[in-house]
């Protein structure tokens, strides 16, 4: 069987490029939210698989008919939900050079350049985000990039479970002890981890944030360690979030940090969307403490302008992954694993396999430079400022929460319904695309600015939508 010639590869590559321009050029003019019935994509499509090979432009016409209107446009600069997931055109194209080489980075030896360009990208975005030199490969720590804060998450949850356990861990599993700490803001992928590590729902303590906030209290965490330690158990991780998903709150990094210290718990500082912000130095202080936790992971694949996935995970203890996750048949073997010098990643994750997912990065830095990294971000900062002060001076509409970065949560005084009403009118017409959230019990519009392509006029036919829409 014969692969695609590389002239042929050349002609279809264009294509591709070709189809890929169009649709980034007209993603603004469409609908934002795919406004499809459930099945309508599966009742559309061929259910036999090809038995012959078919021509390449067939599938593009395929994705025209049926894979483009049955999308929700991440990319439009209207999107507005969730956080951003952008997916600039730098990292595709380093996406389809990592492709390309299609390498399996699992240990050094089976591609030196797929670890070390990932180890300096690392080294230097910590030093650019203005982390301790402790997180850098030559300061004891060292980087790595998962597939997402999720795994990033359970992987940090591994290495705690490894370390309160003195060692035991590996051998002898958990014991139903272990406690770890959240909040009821943290992301639910913290409870997932705990669950997939086996211990059980009942491992998870959710913090009482301090009065009139967000946000954890460091104080409500020292009673809760006491309490737990004096009761037996054992408490393995602390997670303080910077930027939660609801409305962007800040846990207090420092004063979480300290409070865990006696006990020696693990702290993982989860600051998937917000974390990329500290790029600017004026918004440094939202890792204040961040130096004296074990890990840190920020996402580049949701305001970093890298196409999904990369999160970006260091650790204070370059052997904390690998001791507790590293396990090595006779097949891995190699020469340059044994002897200590290299860095092998399929120890700092679950998989064994993984993607040259740097070369997407790179092509970020490269082309944007952390300059216009940091335009990027200030650019959405600036339009949820604006925003923030047309919602503080329109009657009716409430701020929820305070603004957080590029995340604006409003409510209308109307009421939940009207909130929600206006929520759906926005959505429904096709030029913007928001979410909510629930704060203190009352239903919550989040607007999330970040898009790569969203300028002022998006944010501004944004609010004119908002207005007009209103009851
Ligand atoms: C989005 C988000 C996550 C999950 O991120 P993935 O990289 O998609 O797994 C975790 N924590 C916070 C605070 C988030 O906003």
């Known amino acids: 069987m014969a692969d695609l010639d590389p002239e042929e590869f050349r002609r279809l590559g264009r294509a591709v490029v070709d189809w890929v321009a169009a649709y980034r050029a007209g993603v603004g003019d469409r609908p934002v939210r795919a406004g499809v019935e459930p099945g309508w994509v599966r009742a559309r499509l061929d259910t036999g698989l090809p038995e012959r090979p078919q021509p390449f432009e067939v599938l ?18 209207g ?7 952008n997916a600039s055109l730098h990292s595709v194209l380093g996406d389809l050079l990592s492709g390309g080489l299609g390498v399996q980075g699992m240990l050094w030896s089976t591609s030196p350049a797929a670890t070390e360009v990932e180890q300096v990208l690392l080294d ?38 490894h370390r309160a356990s003195g060692g035991r861990w590996r051998a002898d599993g958990v014991d139903g002890r272990e406690r770890v700490y959240v909040t009821a803001e943290t992301h639910s992928s913290l409870a997932k981890a705990v669950r997939v590590a086996g211990l059980g729902d009942r491992a ?22 006491a309490e737990d330690v004096a009761a037996g158990l054992v408490p393995v991780l602390v997670c303080p979030t910077v930027g939660t998903t609801g409305t962007g709150a800040v846990d207090p990094v420092r004063a979480v940090a300290l409070a865990a210290r006696p006990h020696g718990v693990w702290v993982h500082v989860d600051a998937a969307w917000a974390g990329v912000a500290a790029l600017c130095p004026e918004h440094r202080d939202l890792l204040d403490g961040v ?9 580049a694949h949701k305001w970093l302008l890298t196409a999904f996935d990369a999160s970006l995970l260091w650790v204070r203890d370059a052997r904390a992954l690998p001791d507790a996750l ?6 891995l073997r190699d020469g340059a694993s044994d002897s200590g010098a290299v860095v092998d990643y399929r120890d700092w994750q679950v998989p064994l396999g993984r993607r040259f997912r740097a ?18 971000l200030r650019g959405h900062v600036a339009l949820a400022a604006e925003l923030e002060s047309r919602i503080v001076a329109e009657p009716g509409f409430t701020l929820a929460a305070p603004r957080s970065l590029s995340l604006v949560c409003f409510r209308l005084d109307a009421g939940d319904d009207a909130t929600r009403a206006l929520l759906d009118r926005v959505n429904a017409s096709g030029r913007a695309l928001l979410t909510h959230t629930v704060v203190e019990g009352r239903y919550v519009i989040r607007v999330a600015i970040g898009a790569v392509a969203t300028r002022r006029e998006h944010v501004d036919s944004l609010w004119a939508l908002l207005r007009t829409s209103e009851p």
């Open 60 to 77: 593009l016409g395929e994705l025209d008919r049926v894979v483009v209107p049955a999308t929700t446009h991440w990319q439009s600069p």
């Open 79 to 85: 999107f507005f939900g969730y956080f951003p997931a």
């Open 124 to 161: 230097g975005l910590a030093d650019a985000l203005g982390l301790d030199p402790g997180f850098r490969f030559d300061g004891g720590g060292g980087g790595c990039i998962q597939d997402s804060a999720s795994s990033a998450a359970l992987v940090a949850l591994l290495a705690a479970l």
């Open 204 to 225: 998870l303590r959710v913090v009482a944030p301090s009065p009139g906030s967000q946000a954890m209290s460091a104080d409500a965490l020292a009673t809760l360690l």
């Open 291 to 299: 130096e004296l936790v074990d890990s840190f992971c920020t996402d």
């Open 326 to 331: 590293s396990i090595t048949p006779e097949y």
């Open 359 to 376: 070369l997407k990065l790179w092509s970020v830095l490269h082309g944007h430079g952390l300059d216009g990294l940091r335009a990027h």
